[in-house]
């Protein structure tokens, strides 16, 4: 009966989904949840990534089943142990338009502790950061602060502005502006560029 629902919920998510048995907890109890996802992936329905992590993997004609992406995985790992999750301001400014290297481990920061994750062959390192760093975290603000931290202060130019600003629809710079108390003074006259941008 749990399995079945359990499989109902995965199977509407969509392929490529990434859950924690956290997910489940209000169709059953923890034991029948892991039980339930454990006889799922015995059935190749669902495939374990690591320890209480598992995907509904997408599929192609060509390679079989395809790998979650780091960002995925990274929502699901904070989902899981209740963190709140930021691109490091090399992954935020390739987000976003501002750099054309994709950082070779996908870094995020975190208000959990600093560690490594290795899932299949993908590693994925998390950092513990200060709040100030986090502000916005989990939102597209979040990453235009951390892309302004990695472009630095005395780089920034009208590109970076009109980058940042065509990324971020009006709602996002309203939220920017009342974020942008939390970061550092240089950043404020910037934001104010981003908000004002037409």
């Known amino acids: ?23 489940f907890l209000d169709i059953g109890s923890r034991a029948s949840v892991d039980q339930a996802l454990s006889r799922l992936a015995d059935h190749g329905v669902i495939r374990r990534l690591t320890r ?12 079989g ?7 995925d995985v990274a929502q699901a790992v904070a989902r899981k142990d209740n963190q709140v999750l930021q691109p490091s301001p090399a992954m935020a400014a390739n987000q976003l338009g ?10 995020y920061m975190t208000d959990g502790p600093t560690r490594v994750k290795t899932i299949g062959r ?23 602060f951390q892309a302004l931290r990695y472009v630095g202060k005395d780089r920034i130019d009208d590109q970076v502005v009109g980058t940042l600003a065509r990324a971020l629809d009006d709602k996002d710079r309203v939220l920017l502006s009342k974020q942008s108390k939390h970061v550092p003074a240089w950043m404020h006259p910037v934001v104010q560029q981003i908000v004002a941008h037409a």
Do not use: C, E, H, W
Request: proline content about 7%; overall charge positive; cysteine-free.
């Open 98 to 107: 501002l750099s054309t290297q994709v950082p070779s481990k996908p870094t």
């Open 52 to 63: 209480g992590l598992y995907d509904y993997p997408k599929k192609s004609s060509r390679f």
């Open 1 to 23: 009966m749990i399995t079945s629902k359990i499989k109902q919920r995965i199977i509407g998510k969509g392929r490529g989904a990434i859950f924690a048995p956290s997910d």
């Open 65 to 71: 089943y395809l790998s979650p992406s780091a960002d």
């Open 122 to 144: 993908q590693v994925i390192q998390f950092r513990n950061a200060s709040s100030k760093t986090l502000v916005g975290a989990g939102q597209k603000t979040g990453a235009v």
